[in-house]
């Protein structure tokens, strides 16, 4: 299943891309993608159960911020998140453990060309619920490296992670992770030799709270240089929250947080 989904967004990736699609255009993209990344199974209107929020024009299409909320209306058990004009359009797929908090979920991706996104909940109980935004960005894809290559590669894997809060036991608290990563998808250039950068980007992250999951996150080329995301999970007392990375290259990647809550 796996590698006919490959096959199928690699089909999808080489229908003509152009910078100014008009509405039809976009619609028949998507109808395309979500037949094959989720087959006959039906989409529902996505209002009231998830939202789906980025700049309707982009400052930078190589970092482009997205939050994705769940109103809690119905228990979500994964999110995919999809840009339908990049050459890879599933960006992501978040799968739900027990300690998450699935209320809100940010991070940063790169966008090819104006388009419209997708955010698509998955209940428990197998139903899907989209929802969209058009966004004006292009070239985030093949844009140059931000920051030097060979520093980007010696630092790769450090972690930080920050939370907003003074986590109580029981309660959401929301975290910010970084992961240094050049996350090179082969599309961007070297500017010094003009030869491609060999691809390599992050393909999971798997993220635990005291052994309990919080999420499991694939991952593709749409994500951002740097990856940043924002989640919030419940602890149930003091104890690590432990993060594994693994990369296209077989690099895995491990880094515990201590997190000590007050008393409720």
């Known amino acids: 299943m796996k590698y006919l989904l490959a096959l199928g967004l690699f089909l999808l990736a080489a229908l003509p891309a152009r910078a100014a699609e008009d509405e039809a255009a976009r619609a028949a993209r998507w109808d395309n993608l979500r037949h094959v990344v989720f087959g006959d199974r039906v989409l529902h209107d996505g209002t009231g159960v998830i939202a789906l929020e980025a700049p309707t024009r982009a400052m930078d299409a190589a970092l482009v911020?997205?939050?994705?909320?769940?109103s809690g209306a119905k228990p979500v058990k994964a999110v995919y998140l999809l840009?339908?004009?990049?050459?890879?359009?599933?960006?992501?797929?978040?799968?739900?453990?027990?300690?998450?908090?699935?209320?809100?979920?940010?991070t940063r991706v790169r966008v090819e060309q104006y388009t419209l996104m997708h955010a698509v909940a998955e209940t428990t109980?197998?139903?899907?619920f989209a929802t969209e935004r058009f966004v004006k960005a292009a070239g985030g894809c093949s844009a140059p490296a931000g920051s030097d290559q060979a520093l980007a590669l010696r630092e790769i894997g450090r972690m930080k992670?920050?939370?907003?809060?003074?986590?109580?036991?029981?309660?959401?608290?929301?975290a910010e992770l970084l992961i240094r990563h050049p996350n090179n998808n082969g599309m961007q250039m070297d500017q010094l030799t003009r030869n491609y950068i060999p691809a390599r980007y992050i393909q999971t992250i798997h993220v635990t709270y005291n052994d309990r999951l919080v999420f499991d996150f694939d991952a593709d080329i749409s994500l951002s240089e740097d990856p940043a995301l924002t989640f919030a999970f419940i602890p149930d007392g003091p104890g690590e929250l432990q993060v594994t990375v693994e990369d296209t290259a077989k690099a895995v990647f491990k880094r515990s947080f201590a997190v000590t809550p007050q008393r409720s």
């Open 125 to 128: 109980d197998g139903e899907l």
């Open 65 to 70: 911020p997205v939050a994705i909320t769940l």
């Open 83 to 106: 840009v339908d004009g990049n050459p890879s359009p599933l960006a992501g797929t978040f799968h739900f453990g027990p300690a998450i908090d699935p209320h809100l979920l940010k």
């Open 161 to 174: 992670l920050t939370l907003t809060g003074d986590p109580v036991p029981g309660q959401p608290e929301l």
